[in-house]
């Protein structure tokens, strides 16, 4: 099964990918978990995508289309992957699927997590994320530890007010069109509700994936 999550900034993507990917048994795989890594590890890749994710632009394609590569490559997902935030525009999309025909493989859905703006800016003006593992949280203060690693709570740079405008618009002009390029491809898109309890989505998403 490869799925590919689709939803603007704060839709719950990395909260429910997760999820996801421990019921199915298949990796998540998240290219702003990716980036921020090499931004903390200070690589090349790094250095060159902090000025555009601070400022909540989009990275260059070129160097997604990397990444992709690199993951479809790895046996881990042999089986298959959720791929949360890994395709923001239409190149990328064509990517993707391209890179998949060339190993016998296609995307088999799209779930688009849907989600009103007002509850988007609260929840991301709300959210702490672990430096360590990426887990995010609500309602916990920056400095709190990790549940999940013991690593340490930080606000995302990202998530300050002028960076989630321009993440949104970001979002509108360069991601939505990427749901008229696969409606048009013939592939199926699946809107969820992600509003409400968090398991109850998961369902959603699970029944919409048809497991
Ligand atoms: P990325 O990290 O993917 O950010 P994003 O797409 O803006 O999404 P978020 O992580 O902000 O939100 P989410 O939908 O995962 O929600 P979450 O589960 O955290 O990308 C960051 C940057 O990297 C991009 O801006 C870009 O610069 C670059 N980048 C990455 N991929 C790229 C690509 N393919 N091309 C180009 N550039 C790329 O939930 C949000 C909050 O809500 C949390 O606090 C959570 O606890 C809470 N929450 C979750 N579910 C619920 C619920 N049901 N009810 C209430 N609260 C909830």
């Known amino acids: ?26 990796p998540k795989v998240a290219t702003g978990d990716v980036l921020r890594a090499a ?15 601070d400022r909540g632009d989009l990275v260059p394609d070129a160097v997604i289309l990397g990444i992709m590569k690199e993951v479809l490559a790895s046996p881990d ?4 992957a959720i791929l949360d935030g890994v395709v923001r525009t239409v190149p990328q999309a064509e990517g993707l699927t391209m890179m998949l025909a060339e190993l016998g493989r296609k995307v088999d859905k799209f779930l688009l997590f849907d989600v009103a703006e007002n509850e988007l800016v609260m929840r991301l003006g709300g959210r702490t994320v672990c430096e360590k593992c990426q887990t995010p949280y609500r309602g916990l203060e920056p400095g709190t530890d990790c549940e999940k690693c013991g690593g340490t709570l930080v606000r995302r740079k990202d998530d300050e007010p002028e960076s989630i ?15 008229e ?19 109850e989505i998961t369902d959603r998403a699970m029944k919409a994936l048809g497991e």
């Open 1 to 26: 099964m490869i799925a590919v999550l689709l939803g603007p900034p704060g839709a719950g993507k990395g909260t429910q990918g997760e999820l996801l990917a421990a019921r199915l048994g298949v």
């Open 39 to 53: 931004v903390r590890d200070g690589t090349e890749q790094g250095l060159a995508a902090k000025a555009f994710m």
């Open 77 to 80: 997902a042999a089986k298959g």
């Open 165 to 179: 405008r321009n993440r949104l618009r970001v979002y509108q002009a360069q991601t939505e069109p990427v749901i």
């Open 181 to 199: 390029w696969a409606k048009e491809k013939k592939m199926e898109v699946v809107k969820i509700d992600a509003t409400g309890a968090v398991e």
